[in-house]
């Protein structure tokens, strides 16, 4: 019980698991990158007095 608790997060840690973080960090980075362009885009085209958002309705 104890050894299978022992090698569980050494397992994780020295394979993939910082591969999957990283991912995770990205994923998030890139998501984050893109909400923010989305958002400077709207706020652009508000004060331009243009609605996007007539169009996807």
Known sequence: MMS???SGPRRVS???GLDVY???ALAG???MGI???LLW???TALADGELP???LS
């Open 4 to 6: 299978q608790m022992q």
């Open 35 to 37: 909400s923010a362009a």
């Open 41 to 43: 885009l709207a706020g």
């Open 22 to 24: 990283t991912a995770l």
């Open 53 to 55: 958002f007539t169009m």
């Open 29 to 31: 980075l890139v998501a």
């Open 14 to 16: 020295s394979g993939g």
